[in-house]
């Protein structure tokens, strides 16, 4: 059986940071650029204040990394809300709105973050995300959480990255 896969198309744009999605941007979902701030010393990239309308309340803040080719999917949260922001490096971020009372419910959104187009992806609890190192060196994503870790029950609830019910496909698509 084949995988049905939904057609995406632009749905924001923001100084060059662009959202694809089969539907709308999901609700509670969001991607901005991100204020870098330059000057002959280097640059300065704001990623989060607490006077921010996005921002929750402080969780942690850590960093992962991702090598080329491999895909870091899918997942969600219960209570979490995610903050991803890309240092290094280049990936493709995905969210799929699983959540049943969602008016966005079945809504795939797909966005593209790194050092070269930095921006902010805001994901609310209970939509699956993910993402693909798509470039040629390894990417460092930070993420600011709105929940501390609980490594004795974690709020983290996973879906294979290739083998599922979610109509997204991580292949590259060259043409």
């Known amino acids: 059986m084949t995988k049905r896969i939904l ?14 999605s089969s539907g709308r941007l999901i609700e509670g979902a969001g991607v901005r ?24 309340k402080f969780g942690q803040v850590y960093f992962t990394t991702t090598c080329p080719g491999v895909v870091k999917a ?16 280049l990936v493709k971020v995905a969210l799929y709105d699983a959540r049943p009372d969602s ?3 079945g809504t795939v959104n797909e966005t593209y973050l790194g050092e070269h187009c930095p921006g ?5 609890p209970g939509v699956q995300h993910g993402w693909m190192c798509v470039g040629e060196k390894e990417a460092y994503i930070v993420n600011l959480v709105s929940e501390a870790y609980d490594y ?11 083998d599922n019910d979610i109509p997204y496909d991580w292949t590259r698509r060259d043409g």
């Open 7 to 20: 057609p995406l198309k632009a749905v924001l744009v923001d100084e060059g940071l662009i959202v694809r």
């Open 33 to 56: 650029r991100a204020k870098v701030i330059p000057d002959e010393r280097g640059r300065l990239g704001e990623i989060m204040r607490n006077d921010d309308p996005w921002f929750e």
């Open 74 to 89: 899918w997942h969600y949260h219960a209570k979490q809300f995610d903050h991803f922001y890309v240092i290094r490096g």
């Open 103 to 105: 008016p966005t419910h």
């Open 120 to 124: 902010l992806v805001r994901i609310p």
């Open 152 to 162: 004795t029950k974690p709020d983290e609830f996973r879906t294979p990255p290739h």
